[in-house]
């Protein structure tokens, strides 16, 4: 693989960079650079700029209202979004639910909601997760009784990422308690506003409210709500895992990561001597460096088939697994770099028109360091992916 851009990729690149220093708000810009948080309003802005530019649904093919870019290009875009300190696209209905539904749904599906998903009408959040079936999702216990022409669904999902905000959740529900666990899962689109569903809070290690609890209580939903076949959604589950794996990876905010710490460990310390020069801080450094390197040409490699109409395989777990150590890493040498500075500080004393405590780039060093603890149990916890690796590549 050549890994040098081209002279049509170089003009791509200049072209998304000029987009950003004209479209990407000051205001959200600094909030990102910052750490602090968004809110719905934020996120609703820079969607809305992205698709009026038609670049907010890179993955999707053009007759979906999507930019249909290939790999090199997507990759390009995610870069410079990192680089530029834009907020991260919220993945929810482009990244996992519209490859679904663009695969799995039905027609009537597919021109009533990725319309909307677009337009940003539906903001969507994902229920999966349960008490006692996170890693082990097939463990599921939300039950779906079908009713006439509708479902009756009871149960509770947990850490549902920004589902404060969402009007419409993704589900996996039990429709068959007797079938072997994978083989009873149907996959159930379901209005937020539907009577019975309660949402409540978890507030995470850095004062923010990101994650929440769902609960359904004789909720109905209609039965052409239903995605693909019943009892059959664990087929789509795990096609929509692979995106959700891929994308965690996370390898622009990883680079514009890694740059934040160079810069940081270029800077002159109260000793006089910057920190790239302790040898033990820069071999770290230089290896964080060599393996992301090497997981950007893996990922290019694992989108490009993607891009050809390959649903990504077990390379995803390989993908997600890397990624999400290689990020912990450049957060830890990030904490490490800025010293007492990345000390968790009162979210009131950084938020608003209070000026940060200590250098500007210290600010969000300590919510980024717990908040990314995340990244190696979601989207199916590392353990369990290697469990994957094993069992295809090496038929453990």
């Known amino acids: 693989m050549d890994l040098n851009y081209t002279d049509e990729e170089k003009a791509f690149r200049d072209e998304v960079r000029a987009f950003l220093d004209e479209k990407l708000p000051q205001e959200v810009r600094d909030k990102v650079r910052r750490g602090i948080s968004l809110g719905k309003a934020g996120h609703d802005e820079w969607h809305r700029i992205l698709n009026e530019k038609g670049w907010l649904a890179p993955n999707w093919p053009k007759e979906f209202g999507g930019a249909e870019w290939n790999a090199v290009q997507r990759h390009i875009f995610e870069e410079e979004l990192a680089a530029a300190h834009a907020p991260r696209i919220v993945p929810f209905g482009l990244s996992m639910l519209g490859p679904v539904l663009q695969k799995f749904g039905s027609k009537e599906q597919q021109e009533y909601f990725l319309p909307r998903i677009l337009s940003g009408e539906h903001w969507w959040c994902q229920g999966y997760s349960e008490p006692g079936a996170g890693s082990d999702l097939a463990s599921l216990k ?53 009577p019975g569903i309660e949402v409540r809070p978890i507030i995470l290690l850095d004062g923010e409210h990101e994650v929440n609890e769902v609960f359904f209580d004789d909720v109905k939903v ?33 680079q514009a990561g890694l740059d934040t710490v160079k810069r940081i460990a270029r800077a002159e310390s109260a000793n006089g001597k910057p920190l790239i020069e302790n040898p033990h801080f820069a071999a770290r450094l230089a290896q964080v460096e060599i393996d992301l390197m090497a997981m950007a040409t893996t990922n290019l490699r694992i989108v490009s088939g993607a891009a050809a109409g390959q649903a990504p395989g077990v390379e995803s777990s390989m993908l997600k697994v890397k990624g999400t150590i290689i990020r912990q ?4 040498l990030a904490r490490r770099a800025v010293g007492p500075y990345a000390m968790p500080f009162a979210s009131e004393a950084v938020e608003g028109d209070n000026d940060p405590i200590g250098p500007d780039y210290a600010g969000p060093v300590a919510a980024q360091y717990f908040n990314n603890r995340k990244l190696s149990i979601f989207g199916g916890s590392n353990e369990i992916q290697r469990g994957i690796i094993a069992k295809v590549k090496m038929g453990g």
């Open 142 to 194: 939300t039950r779906a009784v079908r009713e006439g022409d509708h479902y009756i669904v009871n149960g509770q999902k947990t850490w549902t990422t920004l589902g404060q905000y969402a009007n419409w959740i993704f589900c996996l529900v039990r429709t068959d308690p007797d079938a072997k666990q994978q083989e009873g899962i149907s996959f159930l689109l379901i209005d937020m506003d539907t």
């Open 329 to 332: 890493e450049i957060n830890d």
């Open 222 to 254: 209609p039965v052409e709500n239903l995605v693909g076949e019943e009892n059959k959604g664990w087929t789509y589950a795990k096609y929509l895992l692979t995106h959700e794996r891929t994308n965690i990876a996370g390898v622009g905010f990883s």
